[in-house]
Nanobody
Framework: QVQLVESGGGLVQAGGGLRLSCAVS????????MGWYRQAPGKERELVAR???????NYADSVKGRFTISRNNDRTTVYLQMNNLKPEDTAVYFC??????????????WGQGTQVTVSS
């Protein structure tokens, strides 16, 4: 069993910044990758940023230059630093992790989501 808990969402004015955190715990053999997704009303869930165990990262074009994904040293917590926020960034943000619970069992796990609202 693997659990992900997000925090840091809230209401922020356009142009401001916000940092989201996600803590991963449970039966973890290793973590292949961690990332952030978001879903706005009436839209499909989309990838925002992803960070692999090897240190490679990728971002949605809409957030490049504004958002930064990072992790702590033991790789069990992932962060999303969001700067210069825009109203179109308003969405529920979900943390996700690709977790090996053994040397051969790989599954995706999701947090419950945290609301980010950007006012203009």
């Amino acid at each position: 069993q693997v659990q992900l808990v997000e925090s840091g969402g809230g209401l922020v004015q356009a142009g401001g910044g916000l940092r989201l955190s996600c803590a991963v715990s449970g039966n973890i053999f290793s973590i292949n990758a961690m990332g952030w997704y978001r879903q706005a009303p009436g839209k499909e869930r989309e990838l925002v940023a992803r960070l692999t165990a090897g240190g490679s990262s990728n971002y949605a074009d809409s957030v490049k230059g504004r958002f930064t994904i990072s992790r702590n040293n033991d790789r069990t917590t992932v962060y999303l630093q969001m700067n210069n926020l825009k109203p179109e960034d308003t969405a529920v943000y979900f943390c996700a992790a690709e977790v090996y619970t053994s040397s051969y069992d790989l599954d995706d796990y999701w947090g419950q989501g945290t609301q980010v609202t950007v006012s203009s």
